[in-house]
């Protein structure tokens, strides 16, 4: 799996010439547009379709219900931007959910119990990061052992579903902020905050141009002198971060922790971030790309509810597009390496 | 030869054969074989039976990992080819009959074929890499099965498709020689003919393959074909099992399984070199460590937990940090010994 040059060489943040800065920015935005052009068509075609689909209502749900799932993109974004992958986050947000009940219902204060998650979550990423970049084990199969290992975890927390009934978790999804039609709950407050910080942090620190760097070509940052060990520990306890955050907010989204939660959820993940147009092959992508992603994901979702259609077609649609972007990426890839 | 076999399938028998001791200190029952009515029952019969589906899906999977690639799809092409197979014998006015139940079987395993076919497709002539080409069909493949099955799961009563998962042929259970002549075939493909060093070579180095005229393209593209088949038959097998097309928990992690198998056999994930008895063995280690795993009483759900340590140890043990930190501690150390006597002597240097 060589690692093919990416389409730009990601806009440094110190290029002197603003006009120059400016073109650069726009080409690696391509996909990103792509997606936002996808996501604008599909509303279109809904709101003609259905007569009544850009409502307040479901606008607002459409962010609601994803909510946990924009958390995931946001971590999945760092890991794929540095040339990985992360299949763990579904189990690992079962997980992190289930200690968050079970801690819940044990009576532990819930000032207590939220850091307590992020650092569960946080140190599954850092066992991947470590297999991944000190033993050297591919991306794949290490976080393939982070899920095993989530997936049982959260079995041996209980076999059976815990209801939460603390105030302040189930209060992230019940308070609505806004009127009575455009509404935010904090979970969603939670989500795009994430992306917002997911967006600085790739864009504007050191780090961040190092998670891009190492996507781009991992010997040439190593002898460049950056920091690759460190980042890409980094990008998996990150990505376990985010995780255990989407576990927070998916128990208080449906009120109770269950081990079962999120099968399948990474690969609707990854298909949010690179439909938001992260090139897979690392390099290459933007966090808010991941949030149009998982809006597109949301839109596709809504439809064919809204069709009646079997929910199954949620997957195939997304699998089909999926396809499409990626075929897509080989394309522009293969024509930017011919240059 | 003898020494090449030896140090790369010796370590998975040893953890079979250890498996099995602790099974059969734990319980005495577990290696005796009995014999009735001329059909073999026992533990170990069992685990040969209900290996069948991962034995499959692990060959196909073995010959994959050595072109450098993946197939993350096997599991929801055994949902699917259960799903085709099932829908044709619930709606056949004659699901018992030998017929109807032949052209089931072989629409099911025709699908699956086609569809490792694209598979190959997308990773030889589009090259994309074979996680993502392959995790399409793993995310689409059980929205499909579901279609099939119109989002229920069919049930049939057929005694000619029970006999797949169920019945005995010669003292055997049938799907265990499925499973046994799955294994020969391949074998006889891969050993006797020139596909098998052609398959290492394109997994060693794609580019040198293709320069000295190995034709990479058809190889890679005909092995994902291969293993789309293998595992539509390991569909077919798991469905006659329960008689039921579900198309949300056929085949669930076996992908995982199967890649484990082939791991644990001494198959490096790099690709190249691989080794069809090793992931025989490997499969049976799998298979053992489930039933201990459930004898012990511990509930299923918990399993991925044992796994997950299995694959991590095996990993560590794979990567080169590993391997040169133990070559370090192995051997009689001279060369440690030298430095050690060096500094020794400088420092009682103006002694002596």
Known sequence: MSAPQSLTPPPSSRVPAGRLRSIRVKAAWVPVLAAVVILVGMLIAAQLYFGRFITPRIVSSLFVDNAYLIVLAAGMTFVILSGGIDLSVGAVMAFTGMLCAKLLVSGVPTLVVVPTVIVAGALFGLIIGVMVHFFNVQPFIASLAGMFLARGLSFVVSLQAIQVKDPVILGLQSVKLGTYEWYLTPTVTIALLVIVVAAWILGYTRFGRTVYAIGGNENSTRLMGLPVARAKVLVYVISGISAAIAGLVFTSYTAAGYSLNGIGTELDAIAAVVIGGTLLTGGSGYAIGSLIGVLVYGVIKVSITFLGAESSWTRITIGGLLLAFVVVQRVIVRRAGRR | ?????????????????????????????????????????????????????????????????????????????????????????????????????????????????????????????????????????????????????????????????????????????????????????????????????????????????????VRSRGIVWSLYGLSGLLAGVAGILYSSNIMAADANNAGINIELDAILAVVLGGTSLAGGKFTLAGTVVGVFIIQTLTSTITFLGVPPSVTPVFKAIVVIIVCLSQSDRVRSGLRRLRPPKPLAIATAIDSTSSTSGSAA
Do not use: H, K
């Open chain 2, 1 to 213: 030869m003898s020494r090449i076999l030896r140090s790369r399938v010796i370590w998975p028998i040893a953890a079979l054969l250890a498996l099995v001791v602790l099974n059969t200190i734990s319980r005495p029952t577990f290696l005796s074989i009995t014999v009735r009515n001329g059909e073999l029952y026992g533990s170990l019969i069992d685990i040969l039976r209900n290996s069948a589906p991962l034995m499959l899906v692990a060959l196909g999977m073995c010959l994959v990992i050595a072109t450098r690639g993946i197939d993350l799809s096997v599991g929801a092409q055994m949902a699917i080819s259960g799903a085709v197979s099932l829908t044709i014998i619930a709606d056949s006015p004659a699901p018992n009959s030998m017929g109807t139940v032949a052209i089931a079987i072989l629409a099911g395993v025709a699908l699956t074929l086609v569809l490792g076919l694209w598979n190959g497709f997308l990773v030889s002539v589009i090259g994309i890499q074979p996680i993502i080409a392959t995790l399409v069909l793993m995310l689409a493949g059980r929205g499909i099965a579901l279609l099939i099955t119109g989002g229920f799961i069919t049930t049939i009563t057929s005694t000619p498709y029970a006999v797949m998962a169920r019945g005995y042929v010669v003292g055997f259970p049938f799907a265990f020689l499925v499973s046994a002549s799955a294994v020969a075939i391949v074998s006889l493909l891969v050993r006797r003919t020139a596909l098998g060093v052609l398959t290492e070579a394109v997994g060693i180095n794609p580019a040198a393959s293709r320069l000295a005229g």
